[in-house]
């Protein structure tokens, strides 16, 4: 058995996907998404990133998320949303429910943007 096809599940498992097998997130039509994804749009909303990131994830006062998710890992973008760099305008949403609760969510959708998958930043629960 190869190392790698074990590795991966473990590693998502660690991170708390709820299924290590499943995709990230999955679209239909750019905008329809899994009931993850949705929670993961839910989050943003309620956290109001947009103030900052800008309603398409696009950047405002805050840099580009659609650019800034290719790059950045998924540890480093758990502890930079966890911790905020204060000293720097991004503030932390470690005492957020709504975010910390939904963070891999949070994490998928906003990856699903970055990676172009998911075309429009208001999406739809795909039922
Ligand atoms: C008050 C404004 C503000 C809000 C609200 C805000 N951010 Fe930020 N964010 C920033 C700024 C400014 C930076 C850039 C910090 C720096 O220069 O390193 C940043 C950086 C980031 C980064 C790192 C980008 C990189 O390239 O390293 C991520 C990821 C991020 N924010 C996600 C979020 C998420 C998710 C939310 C909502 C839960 C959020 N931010 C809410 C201002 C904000």
Same mark, same amino acid.
């Given at each position: *058995?190869? &190392? /790698?096809?074990?590795?991966?599940? %473990?590693?998502?498992? %660690?991170?708390?996907? =709820?299924?290590?097998?499943?995709?990230?997130?999955? &679209? =239909?039509? $750019?905008?329809? &998404?899994?009931?993850?994804? *949705?929670?993961?749009?839910?989050?943003?909303?309620?956290?109001?990133?947009?103030?900052?990131?800008?309603?398409?994830?696009?950047?405002?006062? $805050?840099?580009?998320?659609? !650019?800034? *998710? /290719?790059?950045?890992?998924?540890?480093?973008? #758990?502890?930079?949303?966890?911790?905020?760099?204060?000293?720097? $305008?991004?503030?932390?949403?470690?005492?957020?429910? #709504? &975010? *910390?609760?939904? !963070?891999?969510? %949070?994490?998928?959708?906003? /990856? $699903?943007?970055?990676?172009?998958?998911?075309?429009?930043?208001? =999406?739809?629960?795909? /039922?």
């Amino acid at each position: *058995m190869k &190392v /790698k096809s074990l590795l991966l599940p %473990l590693l998502l498992c %660690l991170a708390g996907a =709820v299924h290590a097998d499943e995709p990230l997130y999955t &679209v =239909v039509d $750019g905008y329809k &998404v899994d009931a993850n994804t *949705m929670k993961g749009f839910r989050a943003w909303r309620a956290a109001a990133c947009d103030r900052c990131h800008g309603a398409n994830q696009e950047g405002l006062v $805050g840099p580009s998320l659609i !650019i800034s *998710m /290719k790059t950045l890992s998924k540890q480093e973008f #758990i502890t930079v949303v966890t911790n905020g760099r204060l000293d720097k $305008g991004m503030q932390s949403f470690g005492n957020s429910p #709504i &975010v *910390m609760d939904n !963070i891999n969510q %949070l994490y998928a959708y906003l /990856k $699903g943007r970055s990676d172009g998958a998911i075309t429009r930043a208001k =999406v739809e629960e795909n /039922k």
